[in-house]
Nanobody, 130 residues
Framework: QAQLVESGGGLVQPGGSLRLACVAS????????IGWFRQTPGKEREAVSC????????YYADSVKGRFTISRDNAKNTVYLQMNGLKPADAGVYYC???????????????????????WGQGTQGTVSS
């Protein structure tokens, strides 16, 4: 099972930026999707973005398109989520996630459907408040 460790959360004012990082290890396959879920109190975790190991394709939820950018540094085994133009609705615990089913993960991001996930990180808190 993969091990995922997030960092980079914090407190930022509306309109500000945060960059999350997820250091990954322990993968047994070269074919997977890795990305980010967000959870706010009283709501289910929602997939925000993911990137494919196969071809580097990226996927975003409608609520973050144009503001968030996912990227990866293969040499560092790290995936980043650059979040710009943050809104109070973006606040929550952000979880790094990895799964071998790339189509299913990308559908979860684009359609907002819940899915099982192979590996989770411990989460990092992002707070957007003035």
């Amino acid at each position: 099972q993969a091990q995922l460790v997030e960092s980079g959360g914090g407190l930022v004012q509306p309109g500000g930026s945060l960059r999350l990082a997820c250091v990954a290890s322990g993968f047994t396959s070269d074919y997977y999707a890795i990305g980010w879920f967000r959870q706010t109190p009283g709501k289910e975790r929602e997939a925000v973005s993911c990137i494919s190991s196969h071809d580097g394709s990226t996927y975003y939820a409608d609520s973050v398109k144009g503001r968030f950018t996912i990227s990866r540094d293969n040499a560092k085994n790290t995936v980043y989520l650059q979040m710009n133009g943050l809104k109070p609705a973006d606040a929550g615990v952000y979880y790094c996630a990895q799964d071998r089913n790339i189509p299913r993960f990308s559908r979860a991001v684009e359609a907002g459907i819940p899915i099982p996930i192979g590996s989770w990180g411990q989460g990092t808190q992002g707070t957007v408040s003035s």
